[in-house]
């Protein structure tokens, strides 16, 4: 049986597995910016907050484990599959979706496990990491469009060779996160290029 035809015979268990995947990456969001500030911001500083996504920013920087933000996020995706496949009778269809919402998540997991690595690779031995690097915010979001752009090939690829809607799902949603990320670098890097300079201090006489 095909991945197609087995998300179209189990709804309603890709739904709760939709919950449990979008619930997993905000607890190893949560965990990576506590692991980040704890061992590697004094090597690395990504000129702002350790959460790229402005929705989740605020609660992730204060550390809320219960976040309201993310619990709407997570109650207005599960509703709109709902809806999806109670009102659209054509499964197909919840198949792309549920394509494009999986199959982001991977580049997306894939990156909070190497954070959470790297972080955890520092509290073992802090000499590991010497000296101290500073990057533009904008640089963040363009590498994590350039992930996704790979992983959009890659989902493509499965896609025409296995004749999948899921996959293809999967390359729409990478094809629309490449766009939001590089959309929101370009915006952050337009306002540190309009960002009048600091005054240089002066000397007291």
Known sequence: MSIDNTISANVAICIVLWAVIYTSDFALTMIGAHL???????HVDTGGSYELNPILRRDVDRQRLMSPRFLILLILTVLYLLFVA??????????????????????????HFQNIRLSLMLRSDPTLAQGHIAYKRVLSYKLLALDFVFY??????????????????????????????????????????????????????
Request: charge should be neutral; glycine fraction near 6%.
């Open 86 to 111: 109670d009102f659209f009778k054509d499964v197909q269809f919840f198949v792309l979706v549920i394509g494009m919402l999986y199959l982001i998540e991977v580049p997306v997991h894939f990156r």
């Open 36 to 42: 980040y500030r704890r061992y590697v911001s004094e």
């Open 152 to 205: 959009g090939v890659l989902w493509l690829i499965f896609a025409l060779a296995n004749s999948s809607i899921f996959f293809l799902g999967g390359a729409l949603g990478c094809l629309i996160e490449v766009v939001r990320f590089y959309w929101l670098g370009q915006r952050i890097q337009r306002a540190e290029e309009t960002r009048p300079p600091s005054p240089a201090p002066s000397e007291s006489t």
